[in-house]
């Protein structure tokens, strides 16, 4: 069979292998398309913080079960699936305590410690694979996994149904969020983005006012609270995690509302912590998603609450990896890309 591997930065390898077997409690699944995630990118540059070469990428992924353990027996070939790509420990405090997304040794497949999915078959523990039910596509489940992400997200957060909502950053992530705050029984939505192509999606997907702070006259607090009426916002998302967002959510704010970050943010950030303690905020991390947030994802994609398909903007064959890698490093082209999907 044949598998991609990241050799160097900026460097695919096709090499030859054997097709992986399971072992007693593993599963080997055919790959049928594998999404290209944020963090790929990254680690594909050279810029991710801890992921590096040599490794085979690809973690947002469906495919149909090859070949299962002698011990699994809620499987079968033939079976649809994805995969739930946190590996974790199982046995560290938050393991024991079902936060198992911020494991202490967590490894993540084809992220960290784990070959991933651009591969034409893959093997992985029985217990991170996860049933599609058959209305939803090959396509449109390899968006499940960032959909858990942002269902997590929502869930990580004190929001409640009738929330004024803001969401900053309409990549896949933040339009997760907003699909899922949406379906939570948000009132309204106001999304920020720097891409008029983005927010035109955000809209597509249910955003009620959208924002680009490279185009607009008046800034954001006074549009907030305009739209919500007199009142700034009961709960906010950052998927972009640069500073600019960061104060700009505390500046949107509500006394005594949370701000949920799920960007990452790269290094130290010159934040306003005097107003943090000052309107008793709450500022709370969200990281992947856990086996339950992988099951809502899947009832909002087959219930057409998240609308997927809006999301996929491009299409490549396994053979063609490299030029999909390409498209998704380049800046040029932010404005007419938001999933890249891989299919073999
Ligand atoms: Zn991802
Ligand atoms: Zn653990």
Avoid: W
Avoid at 290 to 319: P, Q
Wanted: aromatic share 6%; charged share 25%.
């Amino acid at each position: 069979m044949k598998r991609a591997r990241l050799t160097a930065i900026e460097e695919l390898t096709f090499e030859d292998v054997d097709k992986p077997s399971p072992e007693e409690r593993e599963v080997t699944i055919e790959v049928k398309v594998c999404g290209i995630c944020g963090s790929d990118v990254h680690t594909f540059q050279g810029k991710h913080p801890f992921v590096h070469p040599p490794i085979v990428l690809g973690h947002e992924f469906s495919g149909v079960v090859d070949e299962v353990g002698d011990r699994v027996d809620n499987f079968r070939p033939g079976d649809r699936v994805t995969v739930e790509p946190n590996l974790p420990c199982g046995a560290c405090y938050n393991c024991r305590h079902g936060r198992y997304n911020i494991c202490e040794n967590l490894q993540v497949i084809g992220n960290v410690g784990y070959d991933g999915a651009f591969a034409e078959f893959i093997t992985v523990p029985a217990d991170r694979v996860v049933p599609i039910p058959d209305g939803i596509t090959y396509d449109q489940a390899a968006l499940i996994e960032p959909a858990a992400v942002g269902v997590h997200g929502v869930r990580a957060s004190e929001g409640e149904i009738g929330d004024r909502v803001i969401v900053f950053g309409a990549g896949t992530i933040g339009l997760s969020i907003l699909s899922s705050v949406r379906a939570a029984g948000a009132k309204q939505v106001v999304v920020s983005d720097l891409s008029d192509y983005r927010l035109k999606i955000a809209e597509e997907l249910g955003g009620d006012v959208t924002y680009n702070p490279s185009r607009s006259a008046r800034d954001l607090e006074d549009l907030v609270l305009d739209t919500f009426d007199g009142s700034k916002a009961d709960i906010i998302y950052d998927c972009v995690g640069v500073e600019e967002t960061i104060n700009e959510a505390i500046s949107v704010a509500r006394k005594g509302s949370q701000i949920v970050l799920l960007g990452v943010p790269e290094g130290n950030l010159n934040v306003n912590m005097a107003f943090l303690q000052d309107r008793e905020l709450e500022i709370k991390g969200s990281l992947m998603y856990v086996r339950k947030d992988f099951h809502e994802a899947i009832e909002l994609i087959h219930g057409g609450k998240f609308k997927v398909d809006k999301l996929i903007t491009h299409r490549f064959s396994f053979d063609e990896l490299e030029r999909a890698f390409q498209l998704a490093i380049d800046e040029t082209k932010m404005g007419e890309k938001m999933k890249i999907l891989v299919e073999f």
